[in-house]
């Protein structure tokens, strides 16, 4: 059973290319959330998806950032003309419809991306 | 809004138990948790703890709540070389999905 898989794991972009993130949740999981981990810091929550649906997008910063989970295939996040600040680890997470018993989160091993 | 904080570092010596501390803000939490993250990996749950709860033991791990205070802590005993990691304390309050994190506390242990 495969956990949260994420592509790329490292991505090397120049200012102002975009990087494009894709997360599968774990099989069975209709729910992403996705984190952003700047270095030496914690994990701040970016956005929370459903199938086709934005449910708290209360993280993501107002502009160049888009996050997406279509019907069928991965979630999606978008960074446009990216800046050195947008260097990090991207994580993205997944959970049952129901929540599960717990509410845990399982998370995916990152994608790394660098700005040039 | 919801805060969560750590302290930044922990260094012990192998077979030692380690405390890490977390304080949080959100009275309406309903579950806190101890994700372990290695270095270039993703988070891993090691343990929760439902907050009507006090105390959960789990072999070596022992997560103490302290609602009043607003506090947790993650006691390790007998530390080993292979518990060298990032601990984020994490909890989800009744309203949200999402967990709010803490900074987390880098654990090193010194054989």
């Known amino acids: 059973n495969a956990g949260v898989m994420q592509n790329p794991r490292h991505l090397v972009r120049r200012r102002g290319q975009e990087a494009r993130l894709r997360c599968s949740p774990m099989?069975?999981?209709?729910?992403v959330y996705w984190y952003r981990q700047l270095p030496e810091e914690g994990l701040k929550f970016m956005v929370y998806?459903?199938?086709?649906?934005?449910?708290?997008e209360s993280g993501m910063p107002k502009e160049r950032f888009s996050a997406e989970f279509p019907k069928e295939g991965p979630s999606i996040l978008r960074i446009q003309q990216v800046v050195r600040g947008d260097s990090a680890a991207y994580f993205c997470?997944?959970?049952?419809?129901?929540?599960?018993?717990?509410?845990?989160?399982?998370f995916g091993e990152g994608s790394r991306l660098t700005v040039l | 809004g919801e805060d969560v904080e750590q302290s930044l570092f922990l260094s012990v010596r192998e077979g030692d138990s380690s405390v890490i501390n977390c304080t949080y803000t959100?009275?309406?939490?309903?579950?806190l948790y101890w994700y372990k993250q290695e270095p270039g990996a993703g988070l891993q749950l090691l343990t929760y703890?439902?907050?009507?709860?006090d105390m959960k033991q789990d072999q070596r791990l022992t997560v103490l709540l302290n609602k009043k205070d607003k506090h947790l802590s993650l006691r390790i005993a007998d530390t080993q070389t292979g518990d060298s990691a990032i601990y984020f304390c994490?909890?989800?309050?009744?309203?949200?999905?999402?967990?709010?994190f803490g900074s987390g506390t880098r654990l090193q242990v010194q054989p």
């Open positions: 998806l459903q199938k086709e649906n934005i449910i708290d």
């Open positions: 703890i439902f907050s009507n709860m």
């Open positions: 099989k069975g999981h209709s729910h």
């Open positions: 994490a909890e989800k309050d009744t309203g949200r999905r999402a967990l709010t």
């Open positions: 959100d009275s309406s939490s309903t579950y």
């Open positions: 997470a997944s959970s049952p419809a129901s929540g599960g018993a717990t509410g845990e989160l399982f």
